[in-house]
Each structure stands twice: as structure tokens, then as C-alpha cells.
């Protein structure tokens, strides 16, 4: 999935746009990976699932990312 991230947010949400991409607002800086956990955490949330099925494919340092959630450990 393709996640478009916006970093220093007043709160943490992920919504979905009309086009078929995500939107995460997170409240932490794009500091030290901070958002990038954030980011990990908030996805599997919403999607039940583990922080360790979720991994960021690329675009880890960009503000769009491609996200690939297992399936396998997603259960």
C-alpha cells in the first residue's frame, strides 16, 4: 500500500484518499525513525495485525512510502 506521511501532526490518523492511496498524520518529528514507528504502530492498529508484519519497503526516509503488510502474521 502507498502511504503518503505527514509528520508533526496534532494527532495520529490514517485515512484512506478517493484515489486509493493512505494518508498517516503523526504526531511524532521525522526525527531518528520516530515517525517511522509511529507510522508502523498506527497501520497495525487499524488493521489489526503486528508491528513485526508490517515493514516499509521503501521511501523510509521520504514522505511517500510503500508499505507491505503479511498476511501470513497478519492473523
Not at 2 to 11: D, G, L, T
Not at 28 to 34: E, F, H, I, M
Not at 38 to 67: D, N, P, Q
Request: aromatic fraction near 2%.
Amino acid at each position: 500500500m502507498q502511504v503518503k506521511v505527514k509528520p508533526n501532526a496534532r494527532s495520529s490518523e490514517l485515512v484512506q484518499v478517493s484515489d486509493g492511496t493512505w494518508l498517516a498524520k503523526l504526531k511524532s518529528p521525522p526525527v531518528d525513525g520516530k515517525a517511522n514507528d509511529e507510522l508502523v504502530a498506527l497501520i497495525a492498529r487499524h488493521f489489526k495485525c503486528r508491528k513485526s508484519a508490517i515493514s516499509i519497503k521503501a521511501g523510509a526516509s521520504g514522505r511517500t512510502k510503500l508499505v507491505k503488510i503479511d498476511a501470513v502474521e497478519a492473523t
